[in-house]
């Protein structure tokens, strides 16, 4: 790899204009690092294209010049996915932010992919219609696609994977390709999308994409619900999907985060695990036939607390110090950094994996709090530390939970993406597939200027 | 490509057995051909592995013999996807037809890749249970993965792609690898997994997979509502489908197919467009209000005749025409062959799509039936031929159908594959992405052992 030349950035200034180019520090700064704990690291140059076919020049440039091209969208990705780790070209997508069309009758919309996708779906909501993936940090959604970004609501409405149909890709070599079919149905030849999204800005940069859309539900109830163990939460949400209930979150807190809640959000939720749950329906009765099987669920695994509304005001309330809890955590532990980790497993097996965690946290006296899209066997454990020792044994916390989910036949990674944190565990998950995935990389990527320092263990 | 030379016979029967490979013309004549009408074509020999080691090792040595080798699930494929166009082994899945292991708490199957999907079905129903992409002929899950095979039922429970989480596949070197997780979150590096799904045999043979399956429904009901023309029936798929009440079939037919199940089986449906509808829910009452909602509709778009119900036996009445309607079309034209074309298109544009079917039919005096699943924007003509003449001008109809699909932001096949038939539409759709689709055919496959013939335009 090579560094980056003053011929590159005059040639880089003549193709985007002096003001879509910086070597400023201050610029530098702003784009060295993502919301993780993983370390900054300066870019060489921070461009904004706003055209794909300026996105495509630029990458042919830098393959000619074998100069490392890291792709970022707004920078809330959670395992330094976008952080330039080898210098380069910082490719900031910010300045394509545009809806380009909304195909209302057909569920779709064209979208640039800097835009970020709760303002996107504030502009849908005109339409009647939302994006349903919805990570919380308001990601845009090149950014999403290309982490496979899920969420609270993935359960019912998919992850990003499941709501795009059609991109287009500038490629390594400055070809700029499409993928996908804005028709539903597909089964012509290779799902070429589905190379890409998910690949962190590896194996090509999403210029433009068209995402599905899904009308916005008349009617949302709210449950909360507390339970005697973790096995009996888990027997829950087993019972709730197989009746058929469809639930559109169904969230899970272990107990130190509901004595959290309890202290400091003045809500009773017992020092239990909870699940804080919504339905969508097209019809209130059909909400209300719902609450009255997800009651007799919960009455029958022993849930000490259970709470539950059709009432828009009131579903807020129930939900309100589950969306804020992060925020809660922040406050309540100043001196504190907090490390987000991200693993999934199949819901059977989440019992286990609860417990391992636990283990972990006691063994290393980490202080921990656990949450989780339980509806998709999916948990984060959010580990605190404030200084090199706390981190370590964080870290140590880390490894186990993550070698655990992989033994009980999980992933890695829900949600999050590989990025740093999770590339010395890809051999351990994927075995001999890990081989066929570097085949591919060196097929789109042969130089290897696509976001270097990713996904692969060195 | 070299021939099947007697030495890699030998070898093959050392591998698996006498009882498990055969060179007789009986054999090689029953897996000659699919459904289809693309002309049957020999393999020198027919192999019956029964474990995915075999099927490594059988693609190990033909690897090395530079002989082609075509997968076989049971032979219901619509373009020919499954024919030994290049001679070589056949490879029949038929006797790897186990279910492994039901996962009932996670709402997962593993299976082996020639079950087919009924009778998997059939024993998950013991758990509630079912695997929900429904192409109609009982085709293997190997043979649906491959295809990427969808029916009836995608619009709400998507394809086959959507409903499979983990795959063992034996790549062409012989190597043997998992892709995808049993978690239903994954964000762990590339997507391997949707790389062979769709694939049609030519990257790899799928050994294992683990299926996505769904509670079967406590309610379903169903509607038919005749409209006075497509446009208007188009509307209502729109209106119905942004209402929020996630119907779970959106079945078209055109006036020529109403009028064939009027005259053949005595229902009432008028000389028009026909939508066929299905709805799932957990409870009669919501199923009760959605059809009131369909109704009103339904009128407001002058449906002509409409027919609800939520009773099952009358349900499967109102679909019984629909059901059968490809029998009654064979029976009503003993001496015509039926060529079954597929595209799929935005739904907003159905309409030009259904007009450019109409107006090709009749400028090469083609007999056609229309019937589509119109919740997924997917149509099919079925083009009646019974001479070279007639073949040549249903071709006609074909080509112009396809080009039109894919000028109206469409695909080449929403479900069928591209198989032989489509091959010539590849470049048109999908542009310079079909160098890509090459170079990781090359990538997985570089001795073009993997039903060669397929996909590519030649």
Redesign the interface.
Known sequence: MNRLTNDLIERLRALLGADHLSVALAERELHARDQSAHPPHLPDVVLWPTTAQQVADVLRLANDARVPVTPWGVGTSLEGNCVAVRGGILLSLARMNQILRV?A????VTVQPGIPYKDMNAELAKY?LFFAPDPGANATIGGMLA????GIR?VKY??S??NVLRMQVA?ADG?????G???????????????F???EGT?GVITEATLKLT?I??YMSAVVASFPSVEKAVEAV?AI??????PAALEFIDEAHARMLNHEEGVDLGEQPVLFMEF????E??LR??LE?VQQICDELGASRFRATTDNAERKKLWHARHHSYEIMVRLHPNDKIYIMDV?????VYPALIACAREALAAENVKGYMIG?AG???VHVELLHHDADSYQRAMAVNRAIVTR?IEL??????????GLG?RP??AQ?????????R??????DPNGILNPGK?FPE
């Not at 070809?175 to 993928?179: D, E, Q, T």
């Not at 036949?409 to 590989?418: I, Q, R, S």
């Not at 085949?439 to 789109?444: D, G």
């Open positions: 195909h009758d057909d569920f779709q009647g982490n496979n970004a899920a993935t998919g992850a994977k499941d490629l070809r700029l390709i499409h993928v079919s804005r028709s539903v149905k597909q089964s012509s030849g290779y799902d070429l999308l589905h190379v999204v998910g690949s194996l009308p539900p008349a087993v999907r197989g009746s058929g209930l469809d969508h329906a097209a019809y009765e059909t036939l719902g099987a999934a497993v199949p819901i059977s899209h998709d066997g999916n989910a036949g999980g992933t890695a990674t829900g949600e999050h993406g590989v999770k565990y890809m998950e994927h075995g001999a597939a890990l081989d066929v995935m085949a591919l990389k060196h097929t789109l996904i």
